[in-house]
């Protein structure tokens, strides 16, 4: 089960920090990811954390603004962001799977398990 939070409405060059807990996941060797989608656009990804290795990844032009991080302990991934830009505007999904990958922004497969998003809204 993944659960967001932490979404509102900022003006443009502020922060906000999303989380999402991941129940029952962060445990096993998972990818889990950060996704958006704007209205009448397409659902892009933004960001990957593996638990096998730590690795991580942002992808797009949010890179150098966003930042995802995981406490294994509070089964949470975070996507810090910062100078936030109107086009960030978005509802924010977390998803998980335990082969899933994330190549691009546009490119990424296996996420069969979503969180129901949260509202983010840069003005």
């Known amino acids: 089960q993944l659960v967001e939070s932490g979404g509102g409405s900022v003006q443009a060059g502020g922060s906000l920090n999303v989380s999402c807990v991941a129940s029952?996941?962060?445990?096993?060797?998972?990818?889990i990811g950060w996704f958006r989608q704007a209205p009448g656009s397409e659902r892009e990804g933004v960001a990957v954390?593996?638990?096998?290795?730590?690795?991580?990844s942002v992808v797009g032009d949010v890179k150098g603004r966003f930042t995802i991080s995981r406490d294994d302990g509070k089964s949470t991934i975070y996507l810090q962001m910062d100078n936030l830009k109107p086009e960030d505007t978005a509802i924010y999904y977390c998803?998980?799977?335990?082969?899933?990958?994330?190549?691009?922004?546009?490119?990424?497969?296996?996420?069969?398990?979503w969180g129901q998003g949260t509202q983010v809204t840069v003005s």
């Open positions: 029952g996941v962060t445990r096993n060797a998972y990818c």
């Open positions: 998803a998980a799977g335990a082969r899933a990958r994330m190549y691009t922004e546009n490119n990424y497969r296996g996420f069969d398990a």
């Open positions: 954390t593996y638990t096998r290795g730590g690795d991580t």
